[in-house]
């Protein structure tokens, strides 16, 4: 076993060595070929794993060997710059893309984007002033779409726990106010949402064929999670709306 461990090891410590290096914001050491926060290596992980399944065939009461998972969104991060308690963006994306995306073309159109972000708002806003929502009715709005692709919990000061996907709605409905809310009255209109929308799709649109595949989509929400990462950025973080003014 450990003589086709080796060659594969091997190839994947050179691939890791030529791929750029990441920032991560995770205290797990990741590697290319390594498996779990432990950094088993392939060999290690191998062995463990058969030796651990042949005891049970043995009659053992052990448990199958499986290293501690890695971080959310592992493997998928390449390029991006946001957070990792914004959640997974690609995974986000993809949600999105299926979503919005009513011919199936596997595409986000201008028409699409807007009739999706008429959608969420209509969904999203008070019976009561159905004509803006505050920052914190959107977070609240918000919460259950990006549970699935956050953290359960997050550990914080004191380690004190508290809801992942809370926070991270709350990390998105303050960017999407800091560059929505272009008259600064503590409200977003669904023209204003639509007008984000529409400066984002220009800014991903990096083929500028007026669609968004989603390695764009993930470019799009990368932009509003981190301003400073966009093809525009100034060399100081800029929101979206001063960078699309100063093309």
Not at 146 to 175: D, K
Request: net charge negative; aromatic share 6%.
């Amino acid at each position: 076993m450990r003589a086709i461990a080796e060659p594969m090891e091997r190839a994947m410590a050179k691939a890791e060595a030529q791929a750029p290096r990441q920032e991560w914001n995770s205290r797990a050491v990741v590697m290319g070929g390594r498996f779990g926060h432990g950094g088993y290596s392939l060999a290690e992980y191998t062995s463990k794993r058969v030796a651990s399944v042949l005891a049970q065939l043995d009659g053992k009461d052990v448990t199958t060997f499986t290293p501690r998972p890695n971080p959310i969104g592992i493997g998928n991060r390449w390029g991006v710059k946001a957070s990792s308690d914004f959640g997974n963006l690609p995974q986000m994306a993809q949600a999105l893309r299926r979503f919005a995306d009513d011919d199936s073309d596997y595409l986000i159109s201008g028409r699409e984007a807007r009739d999706a972000v008429a959608a969420f708002f209509y969904n999203a806003v008070d019976e009561e002033h159905p004509d803006a929502m505050t920052e914190r009715e959107l977070a609240v709005a918000l919460t259950p779409l990006v549970r699935e692709y956050v953290p359960s919990a997050s550990r914080g000061l004191f380690g004190i726990m508290w809801n992942g996907s809370s926070t991270s709605a709350g990390m998105w409905a303050s960017a999407i106010f800091r560059d929505a809310d272009t008259d600064h009255d503590g409200k977003v209109t669904l023209p204003e949402l639509t007008d984000l929308v529409q400066r984002l799709l220009c800014l991903a649109d990096r083929d500028q064929d007026g669609d968004l595949d989603e390695r764009e989509i993930i470019e799009g929400l990368d932009m509003l999670a981190a301003p400073e990462s966009g093809p525009a950025a100034a060399p100081a973080p800029t929101p979206v709306r001063a960078r699309v003014r100063g093309k």
